[in-house]
T-cell receptor, first 112, second 114 residues
Framework: RKEVEQDPGPFNVPEGATVAFNCTYS??????FFWYRQDCRKEPKLLMS???SGNEDGRFTAQLNRASQYISLLIRDSKLSDSATYLC?????????????FGSGTQLTVLP | DGGITQSPKYLFRKEGQNVTLSCEQN?????MYWYRQDPGQGLRLIYY???????QKGDIAEGYSVSREKKESFPLTVTSAQKNPTAFYLC?????????????FGSGTQLSVL
């Protein structure tokens, strides 16, 4: 089983739709969770950290389910500019950022 | 503006040749990283440095070398021992290397083999 698994997609949704991605992780000792956004052939950029209680930033909501070992990202009212690949990032249970594991990404295309 | 600068954007390597990818940051970050990204795969850690003159191997260090002589600079050399170097290479930095910190990435270097 991969340490971090994501559905690669692609997810093609119409503008204004709500879309959700899940990401499962294998290490139950993981402490830190993130969603990064990556545009085609560009660098990843932090979208949001994921907190135990769940957190929201505008149209984006992130949730953590420790019992089932997955995190989710919900995007409401999708915009054309949301089209990108979304990377799930999980640490391996230790304190150093060198232990971060990146998922292979979920590709989203928002259609007009 | 503060940030990370990678160069060149595109690089071509001949068989048996060593090439060096540049990474410079003016964010005053202690920790710097090199990742490799292949199509359809997640980023994989090549090397990591948390302080000047010290660095550690990541998951796929074979065929690569780095140096950290200055805080701002963390160049990556892809040696001839790396048999499959074609990939997108990303340099990143964070304040101290703690797992809770945001990673700042450079814009990447696409390396291809001639």
């Amino acid at each position: 089983r991969k340490e971090v698994e994501q559905d690669p997609g692609p997810f093609n949704v119409p503008e204004g739709a709500t879309v959700a991605f899940n990401c499962t992780y294998s290490n139950s000792a993981s402490q830190s969770f993130f969603w990064y956004r990556q545009d085609c052939r560009k660098e990843p950029k932090l979208l949001m950290s994921v907190y135990s209680s769940g957190n929201e930033d505008g149209r984006f909501t992130a949730q953590l389910n420790r019992a089932s070992q997955y995190i989710s990202l919900l995007i409401r009212d999708s915009k054309l500019s949301d089209s990108a690949t979304y990377l799930c990032v999980v640490n391996g249970g230790k304190g150093s950022a060198r232990q971060l594991t990146f998922g292979s990404g979920t590709q989203l295309t928002v259609l007009p | 503006d503060g940030g990370i600068t990678q160069s060149p954007k595109y690089l071509f390597r001949k068989e048996g040749q060593n090439v060096t990818l540049s990474c410079e940051q003016n964010l005053n970050h202690d920790a710097m990283y090199w990742y490799r990204q292949d199509p359809g795969q997640g980023l994989r850690l090549i090397y990591y440095s948390q302080i000047v003159n010290d660095f550690q191997k990541g998951d796929i260090a074979e065929g690569y070398s780095v140096s950290r002589e200055k805080k701002e600079s963390f160049p990556l050399t892809v040696t001839s021992a790396q048999k499959n170097p074609t990939a997108f290479y990303l340099c990143a930095s964070s304040i101290s290397g703690d797992v809770t910190e945001k990673l700042f990435f450079g814009s990447g270097t696409q390396l291809s083999v001639l």
